[in-house]
């Protein structure tokens, strides 16, 4: 069975750093595009960062130089580095699989790990 | 590229057929996915490529249009298919969303 399981959220003061996880099982990450996208209930669905199966990033200009979205191919997992944390950046956050491999379209998530960015 | 749809929120009942319109700020072609989300799930993929239906989802879903304006129809509701629907654009970085359209009762 295809899955993703994440892990990793909490609470984290502002200036602060957090890593987020997805540990996928059934398939293989380093074959496909991977995407974080993250949601809120006043700003609704977010693409966040997206790493291609050749090893490209690309980052939505809201997070770009304090995220890093990365990949451990030996765990199968994928991780977003989260650095200089502010209010904004709290919502839930879910890794996203890349539909038939490709880029546009997002066929499987993650159950979904919720960050809080808070004093 | 700005997603809106529309209507924000549409109430129903079993049986019912509904619409849900999504248009792009720009021109897409036919990159436009549809997604299903319930309280406290993760969304789901509906319909990509504005019609094409992933594999599992129910025939009663459908999607048509081109370009900037696109719709979801649902034939006949079912009590399963009361959720929030989104749309989302593949034609360019970064992707977007609309959103959302809450079908309740």
């Known amino acids: 069975e295809e899955q993703m399981v994440q892990s990793g959220g909490g609470l984290v003061q502002p200036g602060g750093s957090l890593r987020i996880s997805c540990a996928a099982s059934?398939?293989?990450?380093?074959?496909?595009?991977m995407n974080w996208v993250r949601q809120t209930p006043e700003k609704g669905l977010e693409w966040v960062s997206v790493l291609y199966s050749g090893g490209s990033t690309y980052y939505a200009d809201s997070v770009k130089g304090r995220f890093t979205i990365s990949r451990d191919i030996s765990k199968n997992t994928l991780y977003l580095q989260m650095n200089s944390l502010r209010e904004e950046d709290t919502a839930m956050y879910y890794c996203a699989r890349g539909l038939n491999g490709g880029v546009r379209y997002f066929d499987s998530w993650g159950q979904g790990t919720l960050v809080t960015v808070s004093s | 590229i700005q997603m809106t749809q529309s209507p924000s929120s549409v109430s129903a009942s079993v049986g019912d057929r509904i619409n849900i319109t999504c248009r792009a700020s720009?021109?897409?072609?036919?990159?436009l996915a549809w997604y299903q989300q319930k309280p406290g799930k993760a969304p789901e993929l509906l319909i990509y490529?504005?019609?094409t239906l992933q594999s599992g989802v129910p025939s009663r879903f459908s999607g048509s249009g081109s370009g900037t304006d696109f719709t979801l129809t649902i034939s006949s509701l079912q009590p399963e298919d009361f959720a929030t629907y989104y749309c989302?654009?593949?034609?360019?970085?970064?992707?977007?969303f609309g959103q959302g359209t809450k079908v309740e009762v």
């Open positions: 989302q654009q593949g034609d360019s970085m970064p992707r977007t």
């Open positions: 490529s504005t019609s």
């Open positions: 059934g398939f293989t990450i380093s074959n496909i595009y």
């Open positions: 720009q021109g897409i072609s036919r990159w």
